[in-house]
């Protein structure tokens, strides 16, 4: 699982630095740049995890025909998703051009609104490719070939960073919050044509059914890897969508706690990549002892991904909890002893939350790759939306607990989805066992 999850978390860590070094290189431009910058990247967030858990089924029907050692009808399944892709992402492209009307229904001032919606468009651009890049990493990673698109990302960092110098000071037009937005959308092209790239290359090495049509074709054939992702979207959704109404919440609090509630939610993000790739790799392993029915396996690769993924954010978490102020000062560069102290308040308790919030997901991802799709997003929706968002509205609206009531509510509700994870996976491991020694 190690050599699997390492290029994936490295991989998923430049996914979400992206928006890092665009928040760094903003912060000396002031607290209204980056959290412009954070509310208008949270509207393409949430799309963009949505349409990802849309697309979760190409990797776990992927993974189960490997464990069976059909890897001649794998191609098919990267086939059949890319039309699907292509759909959701320019649906979800053009729903950005209409977040400056969103953002006013939902309570933000004019000009934040206005402000931050132009980050949104500017990111709607990039929502295409970049579906269409997680959609072929997913395959790869699920075929255990995971290193082009930790490649790929990696050197769209380094061109990330170079046309911010550029675009940030004011190329075409564009400057501050919208320049950094542009040179992220571009930069997400690239990525795509690389991955796609390599994947066309792969299908003419080996007899993977890449350079066939599929027959059936994606409507018909590609309906089981849909039915997946009908399940995993709306889980997906659940949480992001909840964290984009804290968000929601947070704009409507003085500019320091939105400031606070950006960077901390970047911060979470960055934290949760090493989550996304240790639940990825997991679920690869849980979803190949599926495919080949080996009970034992199964049960060894969900508990192992669940307590690595825990014991690696433990790290982190004692860092964030003992010396957030170091880190805001190091990391994001804030001089403002009055804001690093707002701040610091809510990266405490985000220190305490990724420990929680990695054993929830990758538990969720375990059991969809065994085909138990439907509990683990009832667990998401009814803690995300059903808990989180009326605590953390509790703690940080109607309390006035800033920021750090709002991750207080995330906090809690994440427990709760954890149990009930465990308790789920409990079962189910229980029940596979019970018919391999059953006489």
């Not at 492209?93 to 206005?114: D, K």
């Not at 049509?213 to 909840?242: F, L």
């Not at 606070?260 to 679920?283: E, K, Q, R």
Request: contains cysteine; hydrophobic residues 55%.
């Amino acid at each position: 699982m190690a050599r699997l999850a390492t290029p994936v978390v490295v991989s998923r860590a430049g996914i979400v630095s992206l928006a890092l070094v665009d928040t760094v290189m903003l912060g000396p431009l002031g607290a209204e740049e980056v959290g412009r910058y954070g509310l208008g990247s949270a509207v393409f967030a949430v799309l963009i995890v949505v349409s990802i858990g849309l697309m979760f089924g190409a990797a776990v029907e992927t993974s189960h025909l490997r464990g069976a050692g059909l890897l001649s009808e794998t191609g098919a399944v990267w086939r059949r998703a890319l039309p699907y892709a292509t759909l959701i992402g320019l649906f979800a492209g053009i729903m950005t051009q209409f977040t400056e009307e969103y953002f006013l229904m939902t309570g933000q001032s004019p000009h934040v609104a206005s402000m931050s919606a132009s980050v949104a468009r500017i990111h709607g651009i990039s929502v295409l490719p970049s579906l269409i890049f997680v959609t072929s990493n997913l395959y790869l990673e699920a075929m255990g070939r995971p290193l082009p698109g930790m490649i790929a990302v990696w050197i769209a960092n380094i061109l990330n960073v170079l046309l911010n110098f550029w675009f940030i000071d004011g190329a075409f037009g564009f400057s501050g919050a919208d320049g950094a937005s542009l040179a992220t959308a571009a930069v997400r092209f690239l990525m795509m044509f690389i991955v796609v790239g390599y994947v066309w290359y792969l299908g003419g090495k080996h007899d993977f059914g890449i350079r066939q049509r599929p027959k059936p074709g994606w409507i018909v054939g590609g309906a089981t890897q849909r039915r997946h992702g009908y399940a995993a979207g709306p889980a997906y959704a659940a949480e992001s969508g909840a964290f984009h109404i804290m968000h929601i919440f947070a704009g409507w609090m003085a500019v320091e706690q939105l400031t606070s509630f950006s960077i901390n939610m970047n911060l979470l993000a960055m934290l949760f990549m090493a989550t996304l790739g240790i639940g990825s790799a997991s679920a690869v392993r849980v979803g190949v002892a599926h495919g080949r029915r080996d009970w034992p396996d199964r049960a060894l690769a969900g508990w192992t991904g669940f307590f690595w993924g825990m014991a690696v954010q433990a790290i982190p978490a004692i860092v964030l909890v003992t010396h957030p102020e170091m880190i805001l000062s190091v990391v994001y560069q804030l001089k403002d002893p009055a804001l690093i102290a707002i701040v610091a308040q809510g990266t405490v308790v985000v220190g305490l939350l990724v420990i929680l919030d990695a054993g929830q997901f990758i538990l969720g991802n375990a059991l969809r790759a065994t085909g138990d799709a439907w509990m683990p997003t009832a667990l998401n929706i009814t803690g995300f939306l059903c808990i989180m968002v009326p605590t953390a509205y509790w703690f940080g609206v109607h309390e006035g607990g800033g920021a750090e009531g709002l991750y207080t509510g995330v906090l809690i509700a994440t427990a709760l989805i954890v149990a009930g994870d465990v308790l789920r996976w409990t079962v189910i491991c229980l029940r596979s066992l019970k018919k391999t020694f059953s006489p």
